[in-house]
């Protein structure tokens, strides 16, 4: 079967790797080089701790205190958008105790199901992407805080499968000797593991490429031709490409190009800045989350700490806020106070754009407009801790063979209905 992939980020990729091992010839195609998209420049979590859905419930009310703050964590670049009022009218009724609490098991699952192809990919040959399993570190300040985190870690508990333990502000600064931080205490998730997602990314294409797989870059699918309810061919500015079937991994510009193929998909980008240090002088053991300020650091491949967050609902074309950066450094500073981390310059600063879902799941499955067509996108923060179990699921609902979990909760219809 002649298998088009959309997109060049660890989804596609993921999904070109599982249907290339089942025998189809896979072409992927992405409108970039495939060098610097979202894969690369996030914290590099393979994270099971995150069964929360981005859509939880005062989630709105505090955005709408951050919206008008440029440097908060969470900004909602104000303009008339149809795409974004949709969208957000959904999210505001996905944010419920409801979704929340029928959210955490399709998302442990998908995660543990991809930490699993994690640990099988680390031990192949010409595959060396600094995979560490040490856990992760939630770091609060507030009392309030404190009092959430004793519900993360009963949740945890509750789910099974997510060994987890609340720390107090010595046990927190046991674990990390070489430097002060500045906590009242942590939710420790021994479950969760860490890469270098540049590593990743280069060898996973290298291993694409080698197991015959074709990557065309540069080029972006401007159309698509059908017939009897199955999509056939999709053209490109310089060149058209026959297709069995399609899998859509296409990001946060999967909205567009499904309204090509008349399909509602409710996503907006969500773009993410981050900033990698080399050879730094400060050291940390651990990956944290920093509670109140809405930042993830991250120690890479011995020598690197990468620093990255913020959720900025924004245009794709919006230039970036380097103000953003500053919020993210001045978070990072409260939590650990030795560190004096001086503003970059812009070209030392990688940003990028998160398919973000109405309710915070990811979108995976088969459409109802055309049987040939499956989607893969709207991880939102989550894809390249997804990204193998997306991309083995894809395979698994091409081939129609039993599927690894229920992937019901992910139904790209869901708003349909």
């Known amino acids: 079967m002649k298998v088009i992939v959309i997109g060049g980020g660890i989804i596609g990729l993921s999904a070109a790797w599982y249907l290339r091992e089942s025998g189809h010839e896979v072409t992927v195609i992405d409108k970039t080089d495939m060098r610097n998209n979202c894969s690369y420049g996030n914290a590099g979590y393979v994270c099971p701790s995150h069964f929360i859905p981005l859509a939880t419930p ?24 149809r795409s974004l009022i949709d969208w957000g009218l959904k999210f505001m009724r996905s944010a419920t105790p409801e979704h929340v609490e029928r959210s955490a098991v399709p998302l442990r699952d998908i995660a543990i199901l991809s930490q699993q192809l994690y640990e099988d990919w680390k031990n192949l040959p010409g595959f060396g992407f600094a995979y560490e399993h040490k856990g992760l570190l939630e770091l609060f300040q507030t009392a309030a805080a404190a009092e959430h985190a004793q519900h993360t870690v009963a949740k945890a508990h509750a789910l099974g499968l997510l060994d987890t333990q609340l720390l107090d502000q010595a046990a927190v600064q046991r674990m990390e000797p070489q430097t002060k931080v500045n906590a009242i205490g942590a939710v420790y998730f021994k479950c969760d593991a860490h890469l270098y ?91 944290a989350v920093l509670v109140e300020g ?12 990468r620093f990255g967050g913020t959720m900025e609902i924004t245009s794709t074309k919006t230039p970036p806020r380097m103000n953003r950066v500053a919020g993210i450094l001045r978070a990072v500073e409260r ?68 599927l690894s979990m229920d992937i019901a909760p992910f139904d790209p219809g869901r708003f349909d209905r």
């Not at 809405?294 to 700490?305: C, E, F, H, S, Y």
């Not at 915070?360 to 997804?386: D, F, Q």
Request: hydrophobic fraction near 40%.
């Open 197 to 287: 997602p540049n590593k990743l990314m280069q060898q996973l294409i290298a291993g694409l490429e080698s197991r015959g797989v074709r990557l065309v870059t540069g080029q972006e699918v401007t159309g698509f031709e059908h017939s009897a309810g199955k999509i056939r061919r999709l053209k490109t500015g310089s060149a058209v490409y026959e297709a069995d079937a399609v899998v859509v991994a296409s990001g946060s510009w999967t909205r567009e190009l499904a309204a090509e193929m008349d399909i509602r998909i409710p996503l907006i980008p969500g773009r993410g800045y981050s900033l990698t240090l080399e050879d730094a002088p400060y050291r940390i053991n651990h990956p």
């Open 58 to 81: 005062g989630i709105v009310k505090q955005g709408f205190k951050w919206m008008m703050n440029p440097q908060s964590p969470f900004y909602v670049q104000p303009r008339f958008s």
């Open 294 to 305: 809405r930042v993830a650091l991250t120690p890479m491949d011995g020598n690197k700490i």
């Open 335 to 402: 939590f650990y106070p030795e560190f004096r981390i001086p503003m970059p310059s812009i070209d030392k600063v990688w940003y990028g754009y998160r398919p973000c879902s109405a309710d915070g799941l990811p979108y995976i499955g088969r459409t109802k407009r055309w049987n040939n067509v499956v989607m893969a996108t709207g991880h939102a923060m989550l894809g390249l801790s997804l990204g193998p179990a997306t991309g083995k699921l894809v395979s698994e609902v091409l081939n129609e063979q039993t």
